[in-house]
């Protein structure tokens, strides 16, 4: 199993985009990201996100963490 990449809010934003989100609106420090066929994300705009954050969005996306990782 592998581990979790440490990465910031706005590496995150661009991972998800390579997925097909798109940046819908920001309110505050939080990204709002939509798909067509999914579910929306909302990233919170930080430089190192928590972990369990991290681990959310991920499971919310539908992907794997190597997946992630290699979109980073």
């Not at 581990?3 to 989100?21: E, T």
């Not at 990204?31 to 994300?41: A, D, E, G, N, V």
């Not at 992907?63 to 979109?71: D, Q, R, V």
């Amino acid at each position: 199993m592998s581990r979790l990449p440490v990465c910031s809010g706005q590496d995150a934003v661009r991972a998800f985009q390579k997925l097909g989100y798109q940046v819908d609106h920001q309110t505050g420090s939080h990204i709002i990201l939509r798909h067509p066929q999914m579910r929306r994300l909302t990233v919170p705009n930080h430089r190192e996100l928590a972990k369990g954050t991290l681990r959310a969005l991920i499971r919310e996306a539908g992907i794997a963490k190597e997946e992630f990782a290699s979109l980073l």
